[in-house]
């Protein structure tokens, strides 16, 4: 069964920074390319960001030169540093594969951006 557990959201400023963490168990996780979803209220779940088993990284427009996701192989960990923080960003964000997810989620992480 595996668990994606994400933390490190919380209430920012515009402008300011929040680094995301991932941790995933029961599965090999080097084996898979991984991604970083959002949901706003009354939104669908969009992808924001993925990156490869070899580190080739991918990003929606709305988030390019803004945030950068990275990964930890030896520690099970996919993150997500996100500057430049807008109120457009203020979401519940997941973690899981890539393009086809392991069929359950995580809890999320909020994250709120005040103006």
């Known amino acids: 069964q595996v668990q994606l557990v994400e933390s490190g959201g919380g209430l920012v400023q515009a402008g300011g920074s929040l680094r995301l963490s991932c941790v995933i168990s029961?599965?090999?996780?080097?084996?898979?390319?991984m991604g970083w979803y959002r949901q706003a209220p009354g939104k669908q779940r969009e992808l924001v960001a993925r990156i490869t088993t070899g580190g080739s990284t991918n990003y929606a427009d709305s988030v390019k030169g803004r945030f950068t996701i990275s990964r930890d192989n030896a520690k099970n960990t996919v993150y997500l540093q996100m500057n430049s923080l807008e109120p457009e960003d203020t979401a519940v964000y997941y973690c899981n594969k890539f393009p086809n997810d392991f069929g359950s989620w995580g809890q999320g992480t909020q994250v709120t951006v005040s103006s």
């Open positions: 029961g599965r090999t996780f080097s084996l898979y390319t």
